[in-house]
């Protein structure tokens, strides 16, 4: 499992904490906590890290097509 914060920080800036809880099965309040900065994220799980960077590489590739 490979965790990129940059990836995961950039999708903070895209999607809402709902949206990105209800997507990734994730709960809000751990998403909402990394989102605002409540939370390191270098101090989240490493599952928690790599749920974050797959959904996000998601996220990416859907904006791609639909352009």
Known sequence: MKVDT?????L???ETPYRISKDT???LVVVYRLAK???KLEN???R???IL???AKDVV???KQED
């Open 37 to 39: 900065g409540e939370r």
């Open 61 to 63: 590739k859907q904006e």
């Open 44 to 46: 989240a799980s490493i």
């Open 6 to 10: 940059d990836k995961i920080r950039e």
């Open 53 to 55: 960077t797959e959904y």
């Open 25 to 27: 099965g994730l709960a």
């Open 48 to 50: 928690v890290g790599a």
């Open 12 to 14: 903070f800036d895209r």
